[in-house]
């Protein structure tokens, strides 16, 4: 058990006497120096290093968080994952009891002993994409569609609305991309009226084919698309399971499978993804972003410090459990990432947010923290006063790159605005960490807020895949060390049964609820 | 002190044993139709209600936090506000020493004896929405206008774009809006590359006219209309303080006017808001809008449990001071609400993210939470695992709506898309309330967590300003509970320093600064 553990004891000890970044002796040159890690020798391209000087940490305290991970088995349990063993379990009580496979989504390119399991998912992956591919080479020679709107909700709304965020530049010729997620029907009407339904291509995504608010969505659709004389059959494709209620010829233009391994907030690399990032960025970049990703799936399983994801898993867990804090803020100081955080939030709060580790007891120590974000700049500009003189300390996660996106850029008053951008966020990991003493207490800055920075070389597709790879690998790491199953979602399960009854309610049905009578007079006036 | 108050101690006795949400004798019917307070009486437009039997409370909790407001006079500072007192103030050490009168941006409508100061104030106020009518007229007239571009950051950004992004629905005809904020050159060159120049009004957003990242901007900005060859002077307005850089008739069509006592994550009732809704939704919207913002205004000046602002703030301090909760996430069931919770997380972390109390001393309790949200259903599909099943629990401010804004909707499987979202509101909201035992561990909820429901009838502008005005007052009462300045933010100004001397680095000037120097050397390959 994670709190019976040596290397636990260890830690607990030293976080009780956390390194003082704000003595100078202690945050010198030497340490910024020796305190990073990197991908560089091995990927010049991608170049990605992890600066950590500004965490509360000592060498000591990196020597321990890695027995941790090899007192929890962490490394090997990351094998087990990718090569298809039943990971998403839980023993001694009910659970879903599947394999997590969603690294073989993108293990086409320098596969390395995979696994039975492992293989045959990925070549189960590798055919659609040459359905896809088959699929857009027909879309581009009609020469029809313009835009692609994705009806899907949390996994299937999220991660590719954040990575086709980050890959607008890359955009083909006369493309757009658009997302009805919510079942607001103020959301569906607000996109449907604005875009030519005659050049949309609808993308139905939902692994069960049951999902309330995306079958909801896609009526609402229709009844648009008749409304224009339109025929819905001509308009839309769908992701899902194979032989749901949505893997039907005679709706759709095409059915796109995904697999009972892959979960929802797991699914951005397979067609969850592909579909729209395929139709605007052309199926080239889609290969390369999975190039990205399957290259740090195999930093993942490397035995050494240099193992990105897992450093910063563990430094997310000296946070958490050994200083006490609650929340982690991620910061990436670039316009192209403005959805990530929220992706993020997601694939880390639902995967990590259990009370109850893999023998069905109740865990007595913290498990997944809370998640939010928001792009540099206009973060410093807005919730960052909190972070610098708050009474709680928020640990926080940069993401920078060397170089803009567009390259497009202007010397205002001597510099670039990229120089700029860049100056800000190392002014900000050291600011929080440094702190600074001032006689006036309200311009004082206690410091010993612990941050470090992720700097990357540009965000192109290769390194967009190994980003979320990064963070995937990260959350997946955490909670192995946790004992934790990060790969089911019960917790959503109970709100939607209540939400049945009230729907009941609304169809006028004889229901035996009375609290939810007394909330539907609310809505009277 | 805040926790030598009497009403401290009781609270703090009521908070080690707080009512427990999941006995079916307490979670009652009965318990439902009593705790809520509404503002109908007054208002039947409006029909503002607060539901917060979900809420860990008891009528002795809330009758000892209504004690608390008075033993720290939280009222009478609100009047001390709204009058122009000076409360951005400290006493014992140096601070910005202003009056804080966003409220006067919008006290227009049914004036309750204004104090001289705040009168002047609204007069001033009023006398730019005339400058902005008529601009509006002229560029009606010249119909040369499509598209408006706000240059701002921080509270010139996310308080105008929630705005805007909510009123949607009421544009005019050919009319758009788009924003640059950030400093990161990929931002303003991805908009300025996909709108026609030619039909943009830009207008530049800085109190101080001195602001890094709007001016950087700014020079962008002319240097694309310089190379289509348009004149930038005839394409700029500008909203800053009177005499700014940035007021000056030889470079913009117009400058409005703001004031130091209207602070910039509370300026989205000013001009900074102003120019933007009154070019896309017409002056008579904007006026609606003030209108909603001032009634609440005077709500929260009111000695009686239906203060809703104040009523509010004291479920926060709650939860945050006696429950011992770090968090506080807020959730609108409504698309149109989508940027909403990030301005609110500026608007609270910003203001109530302090350590000193206005003696200067360091405070030995918890002031502003972490505030984070998305809208629902989305963040159901999200992080909402987390706040079922996760280890820490974070209170939740549901705000929901009776009727959609489009009210285009479609029945499926005998409910409408409205039906449903509201019904899962209300199911999210009990269930968090109640849990569930089951003997699976896997399927328990512990319930006890924390939540309220904002609900109105529906998000026209008049509501719009009432719910701004709502937090804003909101945030105002916890910070003169808590005995912080709300108004200042000295906590962005140390990363400002050390990023000029980055910049120095990067403008190659002779600066001494190792740890510096280091860093840039990180950005070689």
Redesign the interface.
Known sequence: MFTKLKSYEKLKKLGSDPIDLTNKDIFT?DR??KM?ISS?TRE?KL?L?L?YATERVTKDVIDSLFELSKDTNAISKMKDMQDGKIVNS?KG???ENRKVLHTAMRDFFEQKNPSKEAKEASSLAYKEIEKLDKFLEKINKDNKFENIVQIG???S??GPKALATAL??YTLKNREFYFI??????????ILDSIDLSKTLFVSVSKSGTT??T??NE??VK?FLHKKGLNPKDHMASVTGKNSPMDDPSKYLESFYIWDYVG?RYSASSMVGGVLLGFCFGIDTFKDFLKGASYMDKIALEEDQNNLPLFSALLGIWNRNFLGY??EAIIP????LLYFP?HL??LD????????DKN????S????????G?????A?????????????I?PIEFIGF?K???Q???K?????????????M???S??LAQG?KNK???????GNRANHIL?A?QLDPYTLGALLSYFENKVAFQGFIWDI?SF????????????????DL??KKDVDF???K??LK??Q?
Not at 333 to 336: H, I
Not at 349 to 356: D, L, R, V
Not at 380 to 391: A, E, P, V
Request: hydrophobic share 30%.
């Open positions: 040159l910024i120096k990073q560089s010049k170049d290093r600066l839980l009580c009910e659970s909700i949390g996994g709304f999220l607008k530049k997620s919510n079942v607001d029907p103020d959301d569906s009407s607000q309330l608010e079958l909801t009526e609402i009844d929802g609650s929340t100081y670039s316009q192209a929220l939030q997601q709060m639902e995967s990590n947010g259990k009370s109850i069905c007891e109740k865990i120590y913290k498990s997944g923290p809370i998640i939010f928001d792009i540099g700049t206009n410093q500009h807005s919730f960052f006063q909190l972070l610098h003189q708050g009474t709680d928020i060397k803009s996106q567009y497009k850029d202007l205002v008053k001597e510099t670039k605005s990229q120089e700029k951008l860049l100056s800000n190392f002014a900000q050291i600011t600074q006036n207490p309200n311009k004082n800055f206690s700097l070389n199953n089911d979602q019960e917790g959503v399960q109970l709100g939607k049964i209540l939400a049945n009854k009230f729907l609304f169809a009375d609290i939810g007394e909330y609310f809505l006036l």
